[in-house]
T-cell receptor, first 116, second 114 residues
Framework: DTGVSQDPRHKITKRGQNVTFRCDPI?????LYWYRQTLGQGPEFLTY????????KSRLLSDRFSAERPKGSFSTLEIQRTEQGDSAMYLC??????????????FGEGSWLTVV | DQQVKQNSPSLSVQEGRISILNCDYT??????FLWYKKYPAEGPTFLIS?????DKNEDGRFTVFLNKSAKHLSLHIVPSQPGDSAVYFC?????????????FGKGTLLTVNP
């Protein structure tokens, strides 16, 4: 098991284009999370799945953002009509269960998005 | 409204000495705390955690202390090594229905000088 995998690692796109990021969680982890990190800030929560159900969406997730987790395995995060303010590192994470002793959240290496 | 605060943007220590990274929180519902280490262009790596029912947790060179009354926690690294140079994030989780979300501080850049 190689941990949380994200693809692509880097993406440069023109403003107005759509981008999609993929995340493969640690196998058997039923919880999957998306976070965003901008320069000088800590990661900020975007959304959370338990199996295939999206149970929470942050106010940071505008209508241009959509996340899916079909079949409760990998997840995709799509950003439509990208804006320069979307430039950030998008982090995927997974956990076996709720956050507690013995069940922590493991992060992937992130997908860097630059909107020019 | 920043619920998790790391007031020191950076810290520099000599190799072999102790590094102490501090974190304050304001949300009294937080009951589980974690420290993550992050290198540039990589995702955060879990280091150590502590539940609010404890005041100390130790794992090798890393010890986390929790002072609930002061809403303060700290990460001690002894002895510090050059490979410890990275950004350290404090994160917190509330129990009950919010036990799926981590709230992070802005991070502290630790530099360990040889």
């Amino acid at each position: 098991d190689t941990g949380v995998s994200q693809d692509p690692r880097h993406k440069i796109t023109k403003r107005g284009q759509n981008v999609t990021f993929r995340c493969d969680p640690i196998s058997e982890h039923n919880r999957l999370y998306w976070y965003r990190q901008t320069l000088g800030q800590g990661p900020e929560f975007l959304t959370y799945f338990q199996n295939e159900a999206q149970l929470e969406k942050s106010r940071l997730l505008s209508d241009r953002f959509s996340a899916e987790r079909p079949k409760g395995s990998f997840s995709t995060l799509e950003i439509q009509r990208t804006e320069q303010g979307d430039s950030a590192m998008y982090l995927c994470a997974s956990s076996r269960d709720r956050i507690s002793s013995g069940n922590t959240i493991y992060f992937g290496e992130g997908s860097w998005l630059t909107v020019v | 409204d920043q619920q998790v605060k790391q007031n020191s943007p950076s810290l520099s220590v000599q190799e072999g000495r102790i590094s102490i990274l501090n974190c304050d929180y304001t949300n009294s519902m937080f009951d589980y705390f974690l420290w993550y280490k992050k290198y540039p262009a990589e995702g955060p790596t879990f280091l150590i955690s502590i539940s609010s029912i404890k005041d100390k947790n130790e794992d090798g060179r890393f010890t986390v202390f929790l002072n609930k009354s002061a809403k303060h926690l700290s990460l001690h690294i002894v002895p510090s090594q050059p490979g410890d140079s990275a950004v350290y994030f404090c994160a917190a989780s509330a129990g009950g229905g919010s036990n799926y979300k981590l709230t992070f501080g802005k991070g502290t850049l630790l530099t360990v000088n040889p």
